[in-house]
């Protein structure tokens, strides 16, 4: 009785001081990246929601603005060039590397022999820096490289001929063909990565359902087109989603293929590096993120629009 | 580079299935199986002649570099030279650079994410699921929206600088990415409770657990964040851009983006710069293979 009664405080404050240490772990373990992530990412939103607000270089007085920022923005004609090269990248690449990387898949996932090695050379050109690539690629297309080379050798010149490229067409220098090359690139070194994701929903689909079908006699088209297809319709929203936001982001490519100006004549100009401009260029903080707020704002629609079209997104 | 693309090279012949093998397959199926098996080598090919072709053509001549020949006529080693003495920065100073950005991320993402990623999955403490909730919304915060601010606030802390403290300014924004996180704390999560129940029992602390007991187990995680978040700050280039100020910093890929415009006609020195700002990632993959297809299919964000 009388050990009871010593025992039991001691105990419980065994207890509360065990509980303690855990929560004083816990917090001290999560403490510095969530210090981080509110200066670097929730505090720099706000932050950008205010500078918007203003005139806001890097020296002279700032002025209040109001909203003239975003009206600048959106009577900018240079915007709306970036917003449509923006968009007709974003409208092409993504439908097209998500065929090709769900036709890379669906291959690989045919029992084939090798399966390891396409994997990896599919995923290889993922590896490469986005600088280093560009410049292979700006090398390959440029007048006298390796694609125009290429081309000639293989006898395909008469039809480029026809549809109005000579034998020697600068194909990062024209703006019409500059944007084209970029989604070409983009597509070739991304698909690998959609191969991936892919790979990993179809290796969940039952093998039964494909034996039901062949039963029944469908050929390997009807098959693709009523069971894998339709199956795979929460990939096609992951995949989707988080290719159009990377979409939007373009870039690095944009830049080294196009220097600053976007060149030629714009044409590589795209929402980001014009954002990037404003700033770093002509030190126009205030503008550039009156453009970012902007952008977030058609990015988030269009994830919630996307969200829409493919029904919700899958729990994990 | 040889020695990347050999493995490789191995791989095919070793997996490829005999030609005998193929054939003797029944009808239709090996038809089938045949075009699917053209289709896929001649895909790979292609993922893989730009780079076997900017391989070649560092070891060409100027002129020669124009030209559609797969063996330089003759072997020089100029381009490599131009890279490593002419260039400013050189390859070697480049390459130095780009490994302190990555070494230095690559450590603060392993301590910070294993760290917190622990604590999210097991430890119990206030706040916790609105915490990791603020950890997930990160992601959706892009980058392009807060660029201008990070680039000020880092103004302000003296961190957009010449000095080597200009590394810190980027450091710090990829020091613990929120994907890492999240793969640490999943590992955690599927590892079983005994141990530590064990441990308990035995009077260690919670810091003691974690790091003789979880850490050591983690290891699969750990090189998929090692990798993932190496890949990542090694071909970084959006950040670098913005951040480094003094070109004695530069990174591989902030040196090819100011070469491309200066050196516009020696693709052989370009291409021995792009060169060795792929081997390490390409041995990287080379000999961890398995832990890159697992973090990519595991995080579902790539670096």
Do not use: C
Request: no cysteine.
């Amino acid at each position: 009785m009388a050990i009871g009664v010593r025992a039991r405080p001691s105990a419980g404050r065994g207890i509360r001081g065990e509980r303690r240490a855990e929560m004083l772990t816990g917090l001290a373990f999560v403490f510095i990246p969530l210090f981080l992530y509110v200066f670097l990412y929730f505090g720099a939103m706000v932050y950008a929601g205010y500078i918007s607000l203003w005139r806001w270089g890097l020296r002279g007085p700032r002025a209040f603005l109001g909203t003239q920022n975003f009206e600048n923005v959106l009577s900018d004609p240079i915007f709306w060039k970036a917003v449509s090269n923006t968009a007709y990248y974003v409208a092409i690449w993504v439908p097209l590397t998500m065929a090709l990387g769900l036709f890379l898949a669906v291959i690989v996932n045919q029992g084939i022999r090798g399966q390891t090695f396409f994997r990896a050379a599919f995923y290889f050109p993922t590896l490469a820096s986005s600088a280093a690539i560009t410049v292979v690629w700006i090398f390959l297309l440029q007048p006298e490289g390796l694609f125009n080379a290429a081309r000639g050798v293989v006898g395909l010149n008469p039809i480029f001929q026809a549809l109005g490229y000579t034998d020697n067409f600068n194909w990062l220098g024209s703006s019409r063909t500059a944007m084209n090359a970029i989604i070409l690139l983009n597509a070739w070194t991304t698909s690998g990565t959609v191969m991936l994701f892919y790979l990993t929903f179809l290796q969940q689909i039952g093998r039964d359902i494909y034996e039901a079908a062949s039963v029944d006699g469908a050929g390997n088209w009807q098959t693709f087109r009523h069971i894998t297809f339709p199956l795979l319709r929460p990939a096609h929203f992951f995949v989707a989603t988080l290719l159009v936001i990377g979409g939007f982001k373009l870039f690095d490519q944009a830049i080294i293929a196009g220097g600053k100006g976007g060149e030629p004549a714009n044409s590589l100009t795209t929402i980001v590096l014009f954002i990037y401009r404003s700033a770093i260029t002509d030190s126009e903080f205030g503008y550039a993120a009156a453009i970012g707020v902007v952008l977030f704002v058609i990015v988030f629609t269009l994830t919630l629009v996307q969200r829409r079209l493919f029904g919700e997104a899958p729990s994990w | 580079m040889t020695v990347a693309r050999d493995p490789s090279a191995e791989l095919l012949t070793a997996e490829r299935p005999p030609a005998a093998a193929v054939a003797a397959g029944q009808g239709r199926r090996s038809i089938r199986r045949t075009v699917a098996y053209a289709l896929l080598i001649g895909y790979s090919l292609l993922m893989l002649i730009p780079f076997v072709w900017q391989l070649i053509t560092s070891f060409k001549t100027e002129p020669d570099a124009l030209r559609l020949t797969v063996i330089p006529q003759p072997f020089t080693l100029e381009g490599w030279k131009t890279g490593f003495l002419t260039l400013d920065p050189s390859i070697p100073q480049l390459f130095l650079n780009s490994v302190i950005v990555a070494g230095l991320v690559t450590m603060t993402n392993l301590v910070l994410a294993s760290t917190a990623g622990y604590a999210f999955a097991r430890l119990r403490f206030p706040l916790r699921e609105v915490l990791f909730l603020a950890v997930l919304g990160t992601l959706i915060i892009p980058d392009q929206l807060r660029f201008v601010p990070v680039y000020l606030i880092e103004r302000q802390l003296g961190l957009i600088t010449r000095s080597p403290v200009n590394y810190i300014g980027v450091v710090l924004i990829i020091a613990v990415e929120a994907q890492q996180l999240f793969l640490m704390r999943q590992y955690f999560l599927s590892l079983p409770r005994d141990l530590e129940e064990a441990a308990k029992i035995d009077g260690a602390g919670h810091v003691t657990t974690f790091l003789r007991i979880m850490l050591p187990l983690a290891g699969p995680a750990l090189a998929a964040v090692s990798i993932l978040a190496f890949q990542g700050a090694w071909n970084g280039f959006f950040w670098p851009l913005l951040i480094l100020q003094s070109q004695d910093h530069w990174t591989l890929p902030l040196g090819l983006f100011s070469f491309r415009s200066e050196f516009r006609t020696d693709w052989p020195a370009l291409m021995s710069v792009t060169v060795a700002a792929i081997v390490p990632i390409l041995l990287m993959y080379v000999f961890f293979q398995k832990y890159f297809v697992q973090s990519v299919a595991s995080t579902g964000v790539k670096g």
